[in-house]
T-cell receptor, first 109, second 118 residues
Framework: GQNIDQPTEMTATEGAIVQINCTYQTSGFNGLFWYQQHAGEAPTFLSY????GLEEKGRFSSFLSRSKGYSYLLLKELQMKDSASYLCAVRDHGNKLVFGAGTILRVKS | ETGVTQTPRHLVMGMTNKKSLKCEQHLGHNAMYWYKQSAKKPLELMFVYSLEERVENNSVPSRFSPECPNSSHLFLHLHTLQPEDSALYLC?????????????????FGAGSRLTVL
């Protein structure tokens, strides 16, 4: 079956670095996405990985290892506005996007 | 108007009511989606329309009925719902790739319609 696992909740301090992990087992692989969702708002696209390695975009980076079925989202220099839910999603060979349940990140001062 | 707009943002209905959720996208995309988001559960894909044809129907109960009159508008008609149908319903759009194409095909989501069934 299709399965995406990520931690339910994490807490980190303003200015720190946090890593949110995601492991997946899907019917094939056609790319991995990270979305950010603030409470009461639309999920917004953060990053896309289809090849192994690290993709960096400002304070946010995303890593992928296809052989391990593993990704992480790295957030540096945390700000209070980074408090949100972070959704990991994998596109399978049928082009379906399979989502994890999301990780709620709380940033404290 | 920008992006993907959903109305109403909040809806409370009884089990015998009939209501509709509306979604409009202003991005020129050719595919639209309905997702259900329940607390602490993954987003569940309900329906996909590509070029106004329904291409996905994930065993959704018939009390949910989608309609896609054109590539910019998507509706979800609700009838005799159950309390367990209470959730956030998210609409999304994307630019579908041609067969064999590659690329991110990123979904753009609306802010959702929060549905409560009493």
């Amino acid at each position: 079956g299709q399965n995406i696992d990520q931690p339910t909740e994490m807490t980190a301090t303003e200015g720190a670095i946090v890593q949110i992990n995601c492991t997946y087992q899907t019917s094939g692989f056609n790319g991995l996405f990270w979305y950010q969702q603030h409470a009461g708002e639309a999920p917004t696209f953060l990053s896309y990985n289809v090849l192994d390695g690290l993709e960096e975009k400002g304070r946010f980076s995303s890593f992928l290892s296809r052989s391990k079925g593993y990704s992480y989202l790295l957030l540096k220099e945390l700000q209070m506005k980074d408090s949100a839910s972070y959704l990991c999603a994998v596109r399978d060979h049928g082009n379906k996007l399979v989502f994890g349940a999301g990780t709620i990140l709380r940033v404290k001062s | 108007e920008t992006g993907v707009t959903q109305t109403p943002r909040h809806l409370v209905m009884g089990m015998t009511n009939k209501k509709s959720l509306k979604c409009e996208q202003h991005l020129g995309h050719n595919a639209m989606y309905w997702y259900k988001q329940s607390a602490k559960k993954p987003l569940e894909l309900m329906f996909v329309y590509s070029l106004e044809e329904r291409v996905e129907n994930n065993s959704v109960p018939s009390r949910f009925s989608p309609e896609c009159p054109n590539s910019s508008h998507l509706f979800l008609h609700l009838h005799t719902l159950q309390p367990e149908d209470s959730a956030l319903y998210l609409c999304a759009s994307s630019q579908d790739l041609p067969a064999g194409g590659s690329g991110a095909n990123v979904l753009t989501f609306g802010a959702g319609s929060r549905l409560t069934v009493l």
